[in-house]
């Protein structure tokens, strides 16, 4: 079993910056597939950006391209979220997410095993 805990969303204006941590206990962190999802008020759940075990492979979507960075520290069993220039369509709960081999889409919900609480992201113009 795993156990994700997702922490420093807050409150930021347009253009700024922010970085989400998740970090997880149980299981073989290294193994695992992770991605960073978000929900917006009245919206599905959607896959911004995630990378495989090694964090050499890493999709994004399209809109957060160039603005989001995935990353990951095996060693200390957390991912990250690195998010520039903070638009206005951004503000969301974040979510991290867990995949255990064998990996499904990286942009796929369904594809992942464990789910954070999420941390929330609120963006003001």
């Known amino acids: 079993q795993v156990q994700l805990v997702e922490s420093g969303g807050r409150a930021v204006q347009a253009g700024g910056s922010l970085r989400l941590s998740c970090v997880a206990s149980?299981?073989?962190?290294?193994?695992?597939?992770m991605g960073w999802f978000r929900q917006a008020q009245g919206k599905e759940r959607e896959c911004v950006a995630a990378?495989?075990?090694?964090?050499?492979?890493?999709w994004y979507k399209d809109s957060v391209e160039g603005r989001f960075t995935p990353s990951r520290d095996n060693g200390k069993n957390t991912v990250y979220l690195q998010m520039n220039r903070l638009k206005p369509e951004d503000p969301a709960l974040y979510y991290c997410?867990?995949?255990?081999?064998?990996?499904?889409?990286?942009?796929?919900?369904?594809?992942?095993?464990?789910w954070g609480q999420g941390t929330q992201v609120t963006v003001s113009s």
């Open positions: 997410a867990a995949d255990r081999p064998p990996y499904g889409a990286y942009y796929d919900a369904k594809a992942y095993d464990y």
């Open positions: 149980g299981g073989t962190f290294s193994r695992n597939a």
């Open positions: 990378l495989r075990g090694s964090g050499g492979s890493k």
